[in-house]
């Protein structure tokens, strides 16, 4: 009976994860330069009764097809430029993401709306000021430009930096933080890539994909709650007739 237990009660672990994961792309759909995640599950027998030898699984042993996380991916994909009235925001075509220098480091984003703090520096708010290749950048007001390449010039017409746009080094750990933001170890600087003015990248979440995706999760999660109960039931049963005999 123990094993219907670790068989329902994971997967009410697993889908209730699966929840927040969709919850949190829906919540962040409105998100410029927002990369949608998905869930990777896994099962215990896969990974614990498992051996990995020259590239090829072995298995060693049985055990109950009880599943966990294994991983959440985020989708790379890039999504359309919506064109606006901002000169402060930007929008990359290509590889590659905007470098933001926070209290606790350099993130990498995709969003591009940008702002102007009250020393002149670009700045996405919240979060730090926009880095070009020799530190932050210093536009000074709104009639700043920056051209396809990424080269910055100032409300005065005078060239200021190049914007600094990288991406995770190869075999680098990569961490997903809150609204769109990723650390990296490591950093390549990208030079291919095509930068637009008075535009944002959308979010590539998919909506009704994600709404299809919560429903189907909500349902799995009823079922193995459903399933749990009866388990539960089964065992008290038993556990009743044993006492009796």
Same mark, same amino acid.
């Given at each position: 009976?123990?094993?219907?237990?670790?068989?329902?009660?994971?997967?009410?672990?697993?889908?209730?994860?699966?929840?927040?994961?969709?919850?949190?792309?829906?919540?962040?759909?409105?998100?410029?330069?927002?990369?949608?995640?998905?869930?990777?599950?896994?099962?215990?027998?896969?990974?614990?009764?498992?051996?990995?030898?020259?590239?090829?699984?072995?298995?060693?042993?049985?055990?109950?097809?009880?599943?966990?996380?294994?991983?959440?991916?985020?989708?790379?994909?890039?999504?359309?430029?919506?064109?606006?009235?901002?000169?402060?925001?930007?929008? @990359? *075509?290509? &590889? !590659?993401?905007?470098?933001?220098? =926070?209290? /606790? +480091?350099?993130? $990498?984003?995709?969003?591009?709306?940008?702002?102007?703090?009250?020393?002149?520096? @670009? *700045?996405? &708010? !919240?979060?730090?000021?926009?880095? =070009?290749? /020799? +530190?932050?950048? $210093?536009?000074?007001?709104?009639?700043?430009?920056?051209?396809?390449?990424?080269?910055?010039?100032?409300?005065?017409?005078?060239?200021?930096?190049?914007?600094?746009?990288?991406?995770?080094?190869?075999?680098?750990?990569?961490?997903?933080?809150?609204?769109?933001?990723?650390?990296?170890?490591?950093?390549?600087?990208?030079?291919?890539?095509?930068?637009?003015?008075?535009?944002?990248?959308?979010?590539?979440?998919?909506?009704?994909?994600?709404?299809?995706?919560?429903?189907?999760?909500?349902?799995?999660?009823?079922?193995?709650?459903?399933?749990?109960?009866?388990?539960?039931?089964?065992?008290?049963?038993?556990?009743?007739?044993?006492?009796?005999?």
């Amino acid at each position: 009976m123990l094993s219907g237990f670790y068989t329902a009660g994971s997967g009410i672990l697993n889908q209730q994860r699966n929840v927040n994961v969709i919850g949190n792309n829906i919540s962040n759909s409105q998100t410029a330069g927002y990369k949608a995640q998905r869930m990777v599950q896994s099962t215990y027998e896969h990974n614990f009764l498992t051996r990995l030898e020259d590239g090829i699984y072995h298995k060693i042993g049985e055990g109950d097809p009880a599943v966990y996380t294994d991983v959440v991916e985020t989708i790379t994909d890039e999504s359309y430029l919506r064109e606006t009235e901002n000169p402060y925001d930007m929008a @990359l *075509v290509g &590889e !590659g993401y905007f470098n933001i220098a =926070g209290n /606790n +480091g350099t993130y $990498l984003t995709r969003n591009g709306n940008f702002n102007i703090d009250a020393e002149g520096y @670009l *700045v996405l &708010e !919240g979060i730090g000021r926009v880095q =070009g290749r /020799n +530190g932050s950048l $210093l536009v000074k007001g709104a009639d700043y430009s920056i051209t396809p390449h990424g080269l910055v010039y100032n409300s005065e017409g005078v060239y200021v930096d190049r914007l600094l746009i990288s991406k995770p080094a190869d075999g680098t750990q990569v961490k997903k933080i809150d609204n769109g933001m990723f650390t990296a170890e490591q950093t390549d600087i990208v030079d291919v890539t095509t930068v637009y003015q008075n535009h944002l990248e959308q979010s590539n979440v998919d909506m009704n994909e994600e709404y299809t995706g919560l429903i189907e999760a909500q349902r799995a999660l009823q079922a193995c709650a459903s399933a749990l109960k009866m388990v539960d039931n089964i065992n008290a049963k038993a556990a009743t007739i044993s006492s009796i005999s």
